[in-house]
């Protein structure tokens, strides 16, 4: 399935002149968990957008290295603010299995009270995802996601809304799902987190990519000056064009 190229890859809105992903070259391979990091509006949430085709590029082109339509077929997406059906957490989870259509009833049963005790969920198994707390909704919708075993699992800051002991649990989960073979893509604007979490990270910055290096690496020694402005906090504030 891997390499993911992007090759001049741009987004712009037809009412705005400047684009909002600016000739995005690169190659993201399958090893490693994949953090994309950048202050707010530097295009995080649209490139995970573009490579999960939920949007196509303006210009340029964005290619797996086996068809699309199966590339898409292999991903999930969780959001911010999860996306669940009006259904009990069961069912959620049922109903990703069914779509997937690999399994019998039986073994559907299984894999999914396997998944609710994994996630802590399994007292919610019979209650409607809309009367769950946020966190638990944001478990859901992870659980929702894994229990088809994707190949590539793209998280747009999912843990941004949450307190620390909701954050800390799925963090937990992520790190097992690194050690599969699940590749995780994931946008954060949480330094500490990316820490604990990154093989890889790729830093964006008004719509370029700056840096894609190992995360060791960038958090150490960062090779642009706007990586060093980053990560000392200092983006959120700055206007720093001047420096690209």
């Known amino acids: 399935m891997f390499p993911l190229i992007f090759e001049q890859v741009s987004l712009g809105l037809n009412s705005q002149p400047k684009l909002l992903l600016d000739s995005i070259n690169v190659r993201i391979e399958k090893a490693g968990t994949l953090l994309i990091l950048g202050p707010n509006g ?32 292999q991903q999930a997406m969780v959001f911010q603010h999860p996306i669940l059906l ?27 009270e396997a998944m609710l005790e994994q996630m802590n969920l399994q007292e919610h198994a019979k209650t409607s995802a809309n009367v769950l707390s946020f966190g638990e909704q944001q478990k859901l919708a992870l659980a929702r996601a894994m229990i088809i075993k994707p190949k590539v699992l793209f998280l747009d800051e ?11 649990q799925i963090e937990q989960f992520l790190s097992e799902v690194a050690t599969t073979s699940t590749k995780i893509i994931m946008a954060s604007h949480d330094l500490n987190q990316a820490k604990r979490l990154a093989d890889q990270v790729l830093f964006l910055h008004q719509g370029k990519i700056l840096e894609h290096t190992e995360a ?15 990560l000392a906090g200092e983006l959120l504030w700055k206007d720093n064009r001047s420096l690209l």
């Open 86 to 112: 009006n259904r009990s957490a069961y069912a959620n989870l049922e109903f990703a299995l069914k779509l997937k259509n690999e399994h019998t009833k039986i073994e559907q049963q299984h894999l999914i």
């Open 216 to 230: 060791a690496l960038f958090f150490k020694k960062p090779q642009s000056k706007l990586g060093k402005l980053f």
């Open 42 to 73: 530097a295009g995080k949430s649209l490139f995970l957008r573009l490579a999960h085709q939920l949007i196509k590029p303006t210009q340029g082109q964005i290619s797996w290295a086996i068809p699309s339509k199966l590339a898409r077929q």
């Open 158 to 168: 999912p843990t941004a809304s949450l307190d620390p002991s909701a954050s800390y």
